[in-house]
């Protein structure tokens, strides 16, 4: 089955820019979107087909893509960005299933 | 402004059946495919089911395929989840999804617990 790959964890601190990857082999082929969830909170879109961003989320939040990674960016990081974040893409082998990554914590020390 | 209210969690034994439902407002539900996606306790997002805006295609993960049944009623605005067989392993917060455009999910409701325990 489809899966994609993210670090459990990323720290940075205050002002400095957070990567966070996510790996699979499909997504040279298939576009990838990443959710934010803060405690307690549903998920919230950040970045749409790869580099997209939504109305309303801070320009901080950019996304990029090569290969079979794709990468959020936060530059400028602030305490507020403290959350999980999920990359999601869908499996194109024709099965139409919808895979999330198992998600990165970022820790702003 | 789109909003998503799910209902119908609550504890369950293993074994035994329970429906989810998720009213929709704030957009024209019956041109939307909708979405069921669970998190388990302290765990991660996982992509349950998926139904088309009429209800005429139907996908589920591997994980709930052949016990689980996602419908709509478009004179009503609402999503089901039909839960059958329920394990241990279903215990998470179920949340419905509006499609954002092909393949990602745009809006989501604030999520229901389903706690299956004996």
């Known amino acids: 089955s489809y899966e994609l790959t993210q670090p459990p964890s990323v720290s940075v601190s205050p002002g400095q820019t957070a990567r966070i990857t996510c790996s699979g082999d499909?997504?040279?082929?298939?576009?990838a979107y990443w959710y934010q969830q803060k405690p307690g909170q549903a998920p919230v879109l950040v970045i749409y087909?790869?580099?997209e961003r939504p109305s309303g989320i801070p320009e901080r939040f950019s996304g990029s893509s090569s290969g079979t990674t794709v990468t959020l960016t936060i530059s400028g990081v602030q305490a507020e960005d403290e959350a999980d974040y999920y990359c999601q893409s869908a499996d194109s082998s024709g099965t139409y299933v919808w895979v999330f990554g198992g998600g990165t914590k970022l820790t702003v020390l | 402004q789109v909003q998503l209210v799910e209902s119908g969690g609550g504890v369950v034994q293993p074994g035994r059946s329970l429906r989810l439902s998720c009213a929709a407002s704030?957009?024209?539900?019956?041109?939307?495919?909708m979405h069921w996606v669970r998190q388990a306790p302290g765990k991660g997002l996982e992509w349950v089911a998926v139904i088309s805006y009429d209800g005429s295609n139907k996908y589920y993960a591997d994980s709930v395929k052949g016990r689980f049944t996602i419908s709509r009623d478009n004179s009503k605005n609402t999503l089901y989840l039909q839960m059958n067989s329920l394990r241990a392993e279903d215990t998470a917060v179920y949340y419905c999804a509006k499609d954002g455009g092909p393949g990602y999910l745009g809006s989501w409701g604030q999520g229901t617990l389903v706690t299956v325990s004996s």
């Open positions: 499909a997504l040279p082929k298939q576009y």
């Open positions: 087909k790869d580099s």
């Open positions: 704030g957009f024209t539900f019956s041109s939307y495919g």
